[in-house]
Every structure is written in C-alpha cells, then in structure tokens.
C-alpha cells in the first residue's frame, strides 16, 4: 500500500498544474512551484501584457509575487532565468526507481524508500535517513517524507553565495562595478579595477554608513507612496462606480421623463387635432346649412313661378299672376341682397422642426472618459525649486492658508479680519478678492473634509469657527476656551495650539470634553500638521525647533539647524516630507517623516506659510514684506 502511494505521488508531482501533463523542462520558481518551460513564459506574458513597465507576475499556483528576474522589457525571456528543477527531472526518469533507497541499492542491498533528500536528489530508506541526519557532512541536508512531498513546498537547494558566472565561492566585491566577486571573477574581469574590497570590508562600509539604513527607509518612503497610490486607485474606481450608477439613474430618470413629457404632448396634440377637426366640421356643417336652407327657399320660388307659366282665362288667374310674378321678384331681391359667401375649411399642421429633430439624435449625450496623470513622485533631495507667479500687490496680513479642492488658495487676512480668496489664472497672474468676514485676528485655517477651521490668536475669541468650504456659510463653531494659533485634524481629533502654553485635543465636531496635551513653559508654539496616523508635528517659533509629538503629547524627534531660524508655517508632501517655513532665516527647510534633513531651499525672504496642491507639482509660498502691511504671494513649481 506505501508503495502505490509513493508511486501516486512520484505521478502527482510530475505533472504541471497549468497543462496538467507531464513536466517539460521544469522550470522552478522561489516559491517552489515548477511549470513547464512554455507553460510558465505564457503565463509571465499574459500576466505582463496590460503593464506599462511589468517588475513581476504572480505564481499560477499560489498567487505570490515573483519579482522580474532579467529584464524589464524582455518578459519572454524571463523563464531562462528560473532554474531547472533537477529534482523533478531526476523524477521523471523512467529508468529512476524511486520505491527503494538508493543508498543501500549501492550496497547491494534493496529497501523501500520513504524519505528524499532535496539536497543529494535521491530516495532514502528509513535507516538510511537516520543516519543521514546524524552524519557531519549532511547532517544540514533537508529530507522531506516522500507521501509529503506534493504537500511541502520543495525546492532544491541552492547557494546564493556563489557566483552565477563560475560557481565558486563569493569572497570579493567590486565597488567599482557594484558587484560581488568569486577568484576566477577578479582574475579575469575585475583585475584593473582599483575599488576591490574583501566581503567583510564591504560589509563594514555599508553597516558604518548606515547604507542599508538609509535604502530601507527609501524603500519605506517608496512602499507607502505606492499604497497612497493604491488606495487612491481603489477610491477612484469605487467613485466610477459611484459615477456611472449616478450616470444610469440619471439616464433612466431622464429617459422616463422624456417619454412622460413626450406622451403629453401626444396626447394634447391628439386632443388638438380632434378640437379642430370638430371645430372645421361645425364650421362646414354651419355654411352647408344656410346653402340648403337658400336652395330649399329658391327651389320653392322657383316652383311658384313655373306653376304660373299655364295660360290664364280668367281676371282671377291674370291677378294671381301678376302677384306671383311681384311676390317672387321681391323676394329674389331680398335674397340677393344679403349675399351669401361659401366657404372652403382647411386644416393645415405645423410640427415644430425642433420635434423632427430628435429623429437626426445619434446618442442621448457625450460621455467622455480623461486620463489625468497622476505627478510623479519626486525625490526632495534632488528636484528643481523654481518660481512661476509672483503676486506683490497683497494688501493683507496673511498667517494662514489652505488649498480648496479647486487649486484656489484661501487666506486669512489677520488685519483686515477676513478671508482672501486668491485665483490662478493661466500660470500668469494670481487674482484676490475677499472671499467673507471673519473674527477678530483670524490666524491659521484648515481644511477638512468640505469643512474650513479657522482659528483666532485674539483674547475676544476663544472659539474655532467653521465654515462650508462650498457656499463658506457659517457652522457651528468649537469652543477652546482661550484664543489659539495652528490648526491640525488626525481622524476625529481637532489639535490647536493654544495659548495657555499647551496643546488642546477636541473633538472637530464640536462633542466631547477638551483635553490638553503636550504642556509648555512657554507661548513660542506656532503652526501644528498631522503627519501621520497619531503623529504631529508642530513649530517652535522663539526656540528655532521643530517637534514631532504623538497623540498623547510625547515627543518623537525634535529638529534644530543653524540655517532654521522662526520656524512658522508648515506642510506635507504625499511622501510625509515636512517644509518648514523659515520666516528669520529666509529659507525652507524640507525633513523626512523621521525628522532628518534632506534639503533647504533658500532666498525666500520672510516666509510665513506654504501649501502644496495636491496631485500637482506646484506650492503656494505667502511672504511677509519688511513693511509689515502688506504680503506676498508666489507660486513655486518643484520637478
């Protein structure tokens, strides 16, 4: 019975999983899944068709992702990349008998099999897999049982250690090919290069440079860019859907509506055509009669004078005669006097041309579909910062801004007590207008989810108001207790830097109690961003520093140059880089998410605050003029 089942699962083991037959040239994935060589390059071309730029394909069997292992461009000759499995080969070789150990069949001796060893490639009876696990030169050998065989995930094994090239031993690494070298490698193509370091050198430079630090956290930096795509993909799809059910209802209530409103006028159309069919009968059958009543009446003259052509004998007959003739004469008159007029009805119709041209109508309406490019991801440390508008003629004292989902941008003007509206019109100029009122000295303003915050650094203030970010008509507003500067939201929790030395956490629908975190000695705290899930970061106006805290108000990092001075305004780009308004130093600071350096941008007199616009390459920078009265604004594009 073990025997048929080590040959039923020798069977099942050589047979691909796509065609279902026999193995032909195996080729192995590093999941451990084998198909044939054909099999296997149609399935990587199929699965990379529809790519711009395939990096992988999934495992037909386990779905795992398989990274490119050639060229990007040559998808068919992926599968030369994958090695052959030699143990499936071996396998399939009729003339292999895998029911009994190998081992003691060289000893002359025949035992049934019941493991293989993955690394020699050859069945092994039970006591020679005891001593095989026991023995120094293959006791780190991977035996699996052989019924298991088609449930493990097995693979032969194989050395990353060694060179592709020559099979040996890696033990150099050529920094100036940026590659790892065996002996037979140096001797022949890396003897002229001057950068050839031992491995354990190599490794030593990149531990001491943090090196690997720094790739995973580029690495980082690209994962969750790429889930931030992601999830903007899925949002995309799930507002298409929501569109073309939108769409189709629209169509649907349109097209009932039509037909309602056309049968109407079908209807009163028919009607119409009845009315005036009555109407010209009436008319007609009005006409008909006076002709039938004036015939009736000459036919009755006409018989009288026709009665009186017989000859007369008698005075009598000559009277009647004579009076006949008078009578009808007179009455002839006083027909002829009031004429008679016949008539001709005709009904003509008329339909609109606007009607007949439905039937020209080819579709109902133009549905168009745009592929709008999402910006790249752009490496902060390495893009052009160049200016596109300056607008110099703001008579406002801007503290702060945010970008509404049109690209305007929104200002809050804190000596004029209002919001500035500013327009972007054809990359050349920037058109303001006030765009409402608001309190006394307005200072930051967010945006959150179609609801501006705005706050106020007044002692006659102690709330946040609110606002639509539609029509700006005015909400409910949140009461802080005391006057306040920045603004941040993280899920359902306002944060505002208020004046009493601390930060307040409320709810941004005005419920719940107020709780202050992050307490201070003093009122240097300026502008605060949601970085991430339960971080913040906030600007340390007096002290030069910038702060990153959690929810709770415990600091993570903290960041101070001496190029930094009067942090202000802040943002975030779509990596969680952090630019940093240096209203002292002239300059922007740009800091990963950890709160490392990765660039200034300098020569930007007085800056206050900065907004990025979304899914654009283009900032909002506000200035403030040395005359204090008035502020400037300039729109940068970075690339």
């Known amino acids: 019975m073990a025997t048929c089942d080590v040959l039923s699962s020798v069977e099942d083991l050589t047979s691909c999983s796509i065609c279902y037959e026999k193995f032909k040239s195996p080729r192995l994935l590093p999941c451990s899944h084998s198909f044939c060589h054909k099999c296997l390059c ?12 395939p990096l992988g394909f999934p495992c037909p069997l386990c779905r795992e992702f398989i990274p490119s292992p050639g060229q990007l461009d040559e998808t068919t000759q992926w599968v030369e990349k994958f090695p052959i499995n030699d143990v499936l080969v071996q396998m399939m070789n009729e003339t292999q008998d895998f029911k009994i150990c190998w081992a003691c069949r060289r000893g002359n001796e025949e035992e049934e099999s019941n493991e293989f060893c993955l690394t020699c490639k050859e069945p092994l009876c039970k006591l020679c897999s005891k001593f095989h696990r026991i023995n120094l030169t293959s006791m780190n050998h991977k035996l699996c049982p052989i019924l298991e065989l088609r449930s493990q995930s097995f693979c032969p094994s194989r050395n990353n250690t060694c060179c592709e090239k020559h099979k040996k031993q890696i033990v150099l690494f050529c920094n100036d090919h940026r590659t790892p070298c065996c002996s037979e490698c140096f001797t022949m193509d890396h003897n002229k290069c001057a950068n050839i370091l031992t491995v354990e050198k190599a490794v030593e430079n990149i531990r001491s440079l943090k090196l690997m630090g720094e790739l995973e956290l580029q690495i980082e930096n690209m994962k969750e860019g790429l889930q931030k795509a992601k999830r903007s993909q899925e949002d995309n799809m799930r507002i298409l859907d929501d569109a073309f059910d939108r769409y189709t209802k629209d169509a649907e209530k349109l097209h009932q509506d039509i037909l309602s409103h056309v049968n109407k006028l079908f209807d009163k159309h028919f009607i119409d055509i009845a009315k005036k069919t009555k109407e010209a009968k009436q008319k007609l059958e009005k006409n008909t009669l006076s002709v039938s009543d004036r015939l009736n009446f000459v036919e009755h003259l006409l018989k009288r004078v026709k009665s009186e052509n017989e000859p007369a004998y008698t005075d009598d007959r000559n009277i009647e005669y004579i009076l006949t003739f008078h009578t009808v004469k007179e009455k002839m008159a006083e027909i002829s006097k009031n004429a008679f007029s016949e008539i001709k009805v005709v009904v003509t119709l008329d339909i609109f041309d606007s009607i007949k041209q439905i039937l020209d109508f080819t579709s109902i309406g133009t549905m168009l579909l745009t592929e709008i490019p999402i910006s790249e991801v752009i490496d902060a440390r390495k893009m052009e910062f160049s200016q596109l508008i300056k607008y110099q003629d703001l008579h406002a004292r801007v503290r702060g801004c945010t970008v509404l989902p049109n690209g305007n941008l929104l200002c809050t003007d804190h000596d004029n007590s209002c919001c500035v509206l500013l327009k972007e019109k054809n990359q050349q100029t920037i058109q303001h207008s006030t765009a409402f009122p608001l309190g006394f000295k307005p200072w930051d303003i967010l945006l959150d989810e179609d609801i501006l915050y705005v706050s106020y650094r007044s002692h006659v203030i102690s709330h946040v108001h609110r606002f639509s970010a539609d029509d700006f008509r005015s909400l409910d507003p949140i009461h802080a207790g005391t006057y306040c500067s920045g603004l941040a939201i993280i ?35 300026r502008y605060l961003i949601d970085l991430a899930v339960g971080t913040l970061v906030c600007s340390n106006f007096v002290d030069d520093l910038v702060k990153a805290l959690d929810e709770m108000g415990m600091e ?6 001496t190029e930094l001075k009067g942090p202000y305004g802040l943002d975030k ?9 240096g209203r002292k130093s002239n300059n922007i600071h ?30 909002f920078v ?4 040395k005359s204090k009265v008035m502020s400037q604004v300039m729109l940068y594009q970075f690339k």
């Open 491 to 525: 899920g359902d929790l306002l944060f505002v830097v208020s004046e009493c030395c601390c930060i307040l956490k409320l709810n941004k629908n005005g419920h719940g109690q107020i709780e202050r975190i992050y307490e201070t000695h003093t009122k240097n705290l």
């Open 556 to 561: 993570k990092w903290t960041y101070q140059h």
């Open 573 to 581: 780009d779509s990596q969680s880089n952090i630019f940093v308004a």
């Open 42 to 53: 149609a399935h990587i071309v199929t699965s990379c068709e529809d790519k711009d730029v």
């Open 622 to 625: 506000v200035c403030h003029e």
């Open 590 to 619: 740009i800091l990963s998410r950890q709160g490392f350096l990765l660039r200034i941008l300098g020569d930007i007199i007085s800056p206050v605050c900065l907004k990025l616009r979304k899914g654009t390459c283009t900032a």
